[in-house]
């Protein structure tokens, strides 16, 4: 075992919690501090654990300072190492998966709680070798090559290894061209783009991939890219291209925002070296792939709503228009919103600024301790992840608390929900409808009525809205607004 980490909760003073081998007055292999005044459950970063030697119980013991009471809640530990979780949990992957020769890629291991110092071994699968986390090589020869990644402990045990596939294939060289260069649309808008492939040498027609990348803050940058606006995939399709070169594209957003596309003739795989993820600086995408014909367009969605008049805000497929703020973040998994276990921070759509609204979202839980809220009516956090829930107000979402103006319906601290309407964990999807006037805010879950609260001019008085990310236990969809003004 070589850590341990807590979820807790501390309204109160907070204090620490001592894990103690064979009794409560053994040992301290670890401690953890617990901040107090925080409001919900959050995953607290994991501590190193001193080996005691041998096999023990471990007891948590909380301690604060002398006289206080009631410190904090304890509700899970999570325990990491070989003896503790078994072998590493180590995958592998590849900047780029197809490509003509010679093909540069690039490869990250990923192995979560692995010891401090640990080593990591690749066999590219041609003969050659390389070290560390992440590593390049360039194949020079056709065929299909498979690279393997050893992730080996100080101690010299091997903890876990995983590999990851690429393929080299004969390269087409030639012009590619796309129209239209630029467009303006409304969202939920029919879009077609054209591409034009010229080979040299007289080549067969050729798959075209087409890519569309949204611009996306919250998304963060690619692996090696410090600068430029982070842009998020949304769309990718392969098509055929015609006897004269053409391939044509459909397509549209929900969400408005801007966009680039790119067209490439890369024997299917991507056009960008990455995860996923663009990196545009001066209007430029600057790991769209070189090694393979491109061309680039660019697309502006204005918000548009739809019949009922809402806008939509999260599109199931990127983080199109939402910034960050604070630890931790969310990703995009299977059309929904996940926030990460890591702490505490709020996702809030920059995209576009509302006054009076109904914003509409849906979301479920695995606990009772999942912890979460909807961010309501703050100014641009300007990177003050408390901006938030102090300068607006935040409906929380928490079936299992202390004090009731903390559970789920709530304008957290401020008004208690009149009763708990949440669906139990993973039972199914719930549903807010949250109606902000003026000052008025009338709050309903799985349409029931469960709080009202009319507020002053002291809060409550930005344009944005967002999500909050304390823990990994929920998943939101269909987030969308509908203005009232």
């Not at 467009?183 to 087409?210: C, I, S």
């Not at 009772?368 to 961010?375: E, F, H, I, K, T």
Request: a negative charge; glycine letters at 14%; charged letters at 20%.
């Amino acid at each position: 075992m070589e850590s341990v980490g807590f979820r807790v909760s501390a309204p109160g003073p907070g204090g620490t919690i001592e894990l103690r081998a064979g009794a409560p007055d053994g040992p301290v292999a670890a401690t953890a501090e617990v901040p107090g005044g925080t409001t919900g459950y959050v995953d607290l970063p994991p501590v190193p654990v001193t080996d005691p030697g041998g096999s023990h119980e471990y007891f948590a013991v909380a301690r604060g300072a002398e006289g206080e009471q009631d410190l904090f809640r304890l509700d899970a530990m999570q325990f990491n190492g070989l003896g503790a979780a078994g072998p590493l949990n180590v995958s592998a992957s590849s900047d780029l998966t197809r490509g003509p020769a010679p093909m540069e890629v690039g490869f990250t291991a990923q192995a979560p709680h692995a010891p401090a110092g640990s080593t990591y071994r690749w066999d590219f699968g041609d003969g050659a070798t390389g070290e560390g986390a992440q590593a390049s090589h360039t194949y020079t020869e056709p065929g299909e090559h498979t690279a393997r990644v050893t992730v080996t402990d100080p101690d010299g045990v091997v903890r876990g290894s995983a590999t990851t596939t690429v393929e080299v294939v004969d390269g087409v060289e030639g012009t590619m061209r796309l129209v239209p260069p630029t467009a303006n649309l409304d969202a939920g808008q029919q879009h077609r783009v054209t591409a034009t492939f010229r080979p040299e040498g007289g080549a067969a027609a050729q798959p075209v991939t087409f890519e569309v990348y949204r611009r996306a803050p919250a998304a963060g940058l690619p692996p090696g890219h410090t600068e430029g606006v982070p842009h998020m995939r949304a769309e990718r399709q392969v098509v055929q291209a015609d006897e004269k070169g053409r391939a044509v594209f459909e397509y549209s957003s929900a969400v408005a925002g801007s966009e680039v596309v790119l067209a490439c003739v890369a024997a299917g795989d991507s056009c960008s070296r990455g995860d996923g993820r663009l990196a545009v600086v001066d209007d430029e995408p600057v790991n769209a792939r070189t090694d393979v014909p491109v061309a680039v367009a660019d697309a502006t969605w204005r918000p548009a709503p739809d019949e009922q008049g809402f806008h939509t805000l999260f599109d199931g497929r990127s983080l199109a228009g939402w910034s960050h703020v604070g630890e931790g973040g969310f990703t995009v998994v299977d059309g929904v919103l996940r926030p990460s276990a890591e702490g505490r921070g709020v996702l809030w759509y920059s995209g576009q600024e509302f006054g009076d609204f109904v914003l509409e979202a849906e979301y479920e839980t695995d606990d009772v301790s999942a912890d979460s809220g909807l961010m309501l009516r703050f100014p641009d956090p300007q990177g003050d992840p408390e901006v938030p829930g102090t300068q607006g107000y935040e409906v929380a979402i928490l079936d299992r608390v202390e004090a009731v103006d903390q559970r789920t319906g709530s304008l957290r601290g401020v008004k208690a929900a009149e009763f708990l309407a949440a669906k139990p964990p993973q039972g199914g999807w719930n549903k807010f409808s949250i109606e902000v006037r003026g000052d008025s805010y009338v709050v309903r879950l799985n349409d029931q009525v469960v709080t009202e609260y009319t507020g002053g001019a002291d809060r409550g008085q930005g344009p944005f809205i967002g999500l909050e990310n304390a823990g990994d236990q929920l998943r939101f969809r269909n987030v969308r607004v509908r203005p009232l003004d």
